[in-house]
């Protein structure tokens, strides 16, 4: 009897991460940690590569929104990042279109700054606003200054993001665009110092 259980519970031990990595998704990097292949910058701003991180920086007297976009465009996916603020505003573009204007694309953002509604979603061009987090929240998740964790799940017409594994915004049934490139901002106007590194995608739905 006690070799039946043993072997019982030696299949379930050597079951166990093959039933896990089954359960994971399935993360391919979107930033390879050395160039800025499959990106593209758009004018206003300075994107590199540094220590395995993307720098963007920008003087105050720079008016356009300096962007790194991808080359690609995509419509339903999961995106997982890791971003510092060391000064000024940014964000993560998402399912937006590059426009000949100073802002560079219109579409959704996760907002990425050292303020309360970090972790919000706003619609550049669009609806402005459409889901700001509760500061409550972000004050105890956020770490101004500091390398915070963001994800952001776009199926369908719902939208999740998350920081640091709380939820700040979450859109069902939205009307907004379903496709379109990523981007991450440098905000025009203002002095500018962001970095971005561990930035990874996967394009099925939650299991």
């Excluded at 309360?116 to 509760?134: C, I, K, N, S």
């Amino acid at each position: 009897m006690r070799s039946v259980v043993f072997c019982k519970l030696s299949a379930i031990v050597l079951l166990s991460p093959v039933l896990a990595l089954a359960g994971e998704k399935e993360f391919v990097p979107l930033f390879d940690g050395k160039t800025l292949d499959g990106w593209h910058a758009l004018p206003g701003g300075n994107w590199v590569v540094k220590d395995g991180t993307l720098v963007g920086t920008s003087p105050k007297s720079e008016r356009r929104h300096g962007l790194l976009v991808s080359d690609k465009t995509y419509g339903n996916f999961t995106v997982r990042l890791k971003f510092r603020v060391i000064k000024g505003n940014s964000g993560f573009y998402f399912r937006s279109e590059k426009v000949d204007s100073a802002v560079g694309v219109h579409g959704f953002q996760a907002e990425i700054c050292n303020a309360p509604v970090v972790g919000g979603l706003y619609e550049t061009r669009g609806r402005a606003w459409v889901a700001q987090p509760d500061p409550k929240v972000t004050k105890k998740c956020y770490k101004p200054g500091e390398w915070n964790a963001m994800t952001v799940s776009a199926h369908g017409k719902d939208i999740l993001v998350e920081l640091n594994g709380a939820k700040t915004a979450e859109l069902k049934d939205d009307p907004g665009r379903l496709k379109g490139h990523f981007a991450m901002q440098l905000h025009g106007g203002a002095d500018m110092e962001v970095m971005f590194k561990d930035i990874e995608i996967c394009t099925k739905p939650s299991p």
